[in-house]
């Protein structure tokens, strides 16, 4: 059974950080584009960024580029996002998803909330 | 970036009846090479994380009921869902992999 699983969530304040994780399971993880994708309250979907199976391959919203970081441990089968500068408008629930063939993004963890608020 | 506008935004449909959302991308995303859309519809209900029904347009996902079904090409696209159930009150999402950033529609909110 495919399992992803994010933690990291929470209240911070703007300008804060925080680091998101995503673990998966029940598949070859390493094989996989995966991707972070949000929800603003009262809002819909946003894509946020992706990585490649390798790590090689780096794409971020125009909304988090030079805040946000993406990266991988497939050793761990893991995935991140390490958020700076964050503010008001990136409070949302962060999901993490799995990119099957040809960028369609198939599957989906449970969510972690963000928070951002003084 | 291509824009993804769906229409409408909120749709009350009877049990049984059918309910039709419309997605229209600013930019063609039919790729010619292949011939396929390169959209998605997604199922989104409260609490729970998103549950890809459709990709290529109309290509149901397994284990999505066919009461369940995409069309379109080009730039205007439709999800159809032929007779409403409980279980089908959701939020539903188009959204366009044709190019990066992948962007997604509004959203529409189905309720019986």
């Known amino acids: 059974e495919v399992r992803l699983v994010e933690s990291g969530g929470g209240l911070v304040k703007p300008g804060g950080s925080l680091r998101l994780s995503c673990e998966a399971s029940?598949?070859?993880?390493?094989?996989?584009?995966m991707n972070w994708v949000r929800q603003t309250p009262g809002k819909g979907l946003e894509w946020v960024s992706s990585m490649d199976y390798g790590g090689t391959y780096v794409f971020y919203a125009d909304s988090v580029k030079g805040r946000f970081t993406i990266s991988r441990d497939n050793a761990k089968n893991s995935l991140y996002l390490y958020m700076i500068s964050l503010r008001p408008d990136d409070t949302a629930v962060y999901y993490c998803a799995r990119d099957g063939a040809a960028m369609i993004t198939d599957f989906w963890g449970q969510g972690t909330l963000v928070t951002v608020s003084s | 970036d291509i824009v993804m506008t769906q229409s409408p935004d909120s749709l009350a449909v009877s049990l049984g009846e059918r309910a039709t959302i419309n997605c229209k991308s600013s930019h063609s995303i039919l790729y010619s090479s292949n011939n396929k859309n390169f959209l998605s519809w997604y199922q989104h209900k409260s609490g729970q994380p998103p549950k890809l029904l459709i990709s290529?347009?109309?290509a149901r996902e397994s284990g999505v009921p066919d009461r369940f079904s995409g069309s379109g090409s080009g730039t205007n696209f439709t999800l159809s869902i032929s007779s409403l159930q409980v279980e089908d009150v959701a939020i539903y999402y188009c959204?366009?992999?044709?190019?990066?950033?992948?962007?997604f529609g509004q959203g529409t909110k189905v309720e019986i």
């Open positions: 029940g598949f070859t993880f390493s094989d996989y584009t």
């Open positions: 959204q366009q992999y044709f190019r990066t950033p992948r962007t």
């Open positions: 290529w347009a109309s």
